[in-house]
């Protein structure tokens, strides 16, 4: 099974901005159709869908962090990003990013801490 590793999380204070990078162990062909995401959990609540983009550039985000948050991926490179604005308290958790939807393959998490 692919395995996927996150990076770029870490502590900013609210308005500011990180980008999130998943890598996978595999890269996939330019007419993939497996879908690619985003979630989080935050502490004491249920892991939460973020972003998902799927092949031809489909995306789809919570409304929570619409127009703030950018999903993209990389075929070639085998990985995707979650480009995150204007960051709130509330948007503090681990995040995970996933291929495959729930049922596929997961990263082992990142903390993104914002500051109030």
């Known amino acids: 099974q692919v395995r996927l590793e996150e990076a770029g999380g870490g502590w900013v204070q609210a308005g500011g901005s990180l980008t999130l990078v998943c890598t996978a162990s595999?890269?996939?062909?330019?007419?993939?159709?497996?879908?690619m995401g985003w979630y989080r959990q935050a502490l004491g609540k249920t892991r939460e869908l973020v972003a998902r983009?799927?092949?031809?550039?489909?995306?789809g985000y919570a409304s929570s962090v619409k127009g703030r948050f950018t999903i993209s991926r990389n075929n070639a490179l085998g990985a995707w990003y979650l480009e995150m604005k204007d960051l709130k308290p509330e948007d503090t958790a681990v995040y995970f990013c996933?291929?495959?939807?729930?049922?596929?393959?997961w990263g082992q998490g990142i903390q993104v801490t914002v500051s109030s």
């Open positions: 996933n291929s495959g939807g729930p049922g596929g393959a």
């Open positions: 983009t799927s092949t031809f550039g489909v995306t």
């Open positions: 595999q890269t996939f062909s330019s007419t993939s159709r497996d879908a």
